[in-house]
């Protein structure tokens, strides 16, 4: 039987997801606001999450169905086989959204749906009081105009959760993004790549992965691994058949630069973790000193934005200074994401091409200014 299962984007991102996951093979998509929905088996969730670069998380999606009243909530919840899917023991926290809907108390809309859950499961099992000491099925209420999608989180802690950071550490851009970033400037794994503020490591960490065709989900747990239906034996294959993939025989050209010392060594260290030391390089370097010896090639970057007003004056000033320290690589092109509005204006140049975008809660734009095209072989 064929499974509903969904991708979850962040804004602007959606048909990013919907391209990784044509190139997985999967066809029939419909894209959405924050979501691609596409038809697989119980070993697709396992791929999406172990291969899906820009989503945040992979989920099942379980019924579709109008609901104007808490009444029509609880029987549309009522109506799905949960002891077909749950196990007795299993934990089924319920966490909710609405948009647009009548059914406007998320609070109330979560309390409807496990009381829902929690009668059919009854009926079912006999059981009165469930210890909910098993796996994790966290379960998602999601209305959007009256419509509510009920669906099971199959990821855990969201995709961007790599496992190659070092732990406790934190950066300005999530890995989900560095990906889409890298697949939005058409990047491949013959193309020089600089990245002059590489902070932690993420983006040339991001295009390693790309470039050694390294499923990005490989050093994580999934919350769906605990799940009797997937069973670890799925979970097993999916893994081998992904480190089967792996091709680290080629040369390649990644270069992250930061002035700060203390960035470089994180990079490395998770740049080791993500076992990519041999395909990246890491140097301690200022912005003017960047340069290369290639004809062509991209920079990608997130330099810094400056959220107080002292720090957006030093942000204008080094916006200014990347214009004039790109254009000596005058046949290379350049995305660059920024939240400031004038960043075009300092940088000197008007973008070929500009995409909006959100990093986290803050809303940027991916700044693309094409070079030219180098010659054919």
Aim: proline fraction near 6%; include cysteine.
């Amino acid at each position: 039987m064929k499974l509903d299962i969904i991708a979850t984007a962040t804004f602007g991102l959606e048909a990013v997801v919907a391209q990784e996951l044509k190139e997985l093979g999967y066809g029939d998509l419909k894209i959405e606001h924050g979501r691609v929905e596409f038809k697989g088996k119980e070993r697709d969730i396992c791929l999406a999450n172990l291969w899906l670069r820009s989503a945040d998380r992979v989920r099942l999606k379980m019924a579709e169905f109008e609901a104007k009243t808490f009444d029509q909530l609880f029987a549309g919840v009522k109506e799905i086989p949960w002891p077909d899917i749950l196990p007795v023991e299993a934990r089924f926290p319920v966490e909710g959204k609405s948009v647009k809907s009548q059914l406007s108390s998320v609070p109330a809309c979560q309390s409807v749906t496990k009381k829902a859950i929690v009668e059919r499961m009854k009926q079912k099992t006999g059981i009165k009081q469930f210890a909910e000491t098993g796996p994790l099925y966290k379960i998602e209420v999601a209305l959007l105009k009256d419509i509510a999608t009920i669906s099971i989180d199959t990821t855990g802690p969201g995709l961007h959760k790599r496992g190659y950071r070092e732990p406790g550490s934190t950066a300005p851009l999530k890995e989900t993004l560095a990906a889409a970033l890298i697949n939005l400037a058409r990047w491949k794994p013959d193309i020089p790549l600089i990245d002059p503020f590489c902070g932690s490591g993420t983006i040339p960490i991001e295009a390693g992965l790309i470039g050694t065709n390294t499923a990005p989900g490989l050093n994580r747990n999934f919350a769906g691994e605990e799940w009797p239906q997937l069973g670890k034996k799925l979970w097993k294959a999916s893994r081998d058949e992904a480190f089967s993939k792996i091709n680290k025989d080629r040369d390649y050209y990644i270069m992250g630069y930061d002035f700060d010392p203390k960035a470089v060594r994180i990079s490395r260290k998770n740049s080791s973790r993500a076992g990519l030391e041999e395909a990246i390089h890491f140097q301690e370097q200022e912005l003017q000193e960047v340069n290369s010896r290639k004809k062509y090639g991209k920079i990608i970057c997130n330099p810094p934005y400056g959220e107080r007003l002292e720090e957006v004056k030093n942000a204008e000033d080094l916006y200014k200074k990347m214009g004039k320290v790109f254009n000596k690589l005058d046949t290379w092109s350049f995305y660059v994401l920024s939240a400031h509005p004038g960043f075009e204006r300092f940088f000197g140049k008007k973008a070929s091409k500009k995409r909006k975008l959100f990093n986290g809660n803050i809303r940027v734009d991916y700044y693309q200014f094409f070079g030219p095209a180098p010659p054919r072989n």
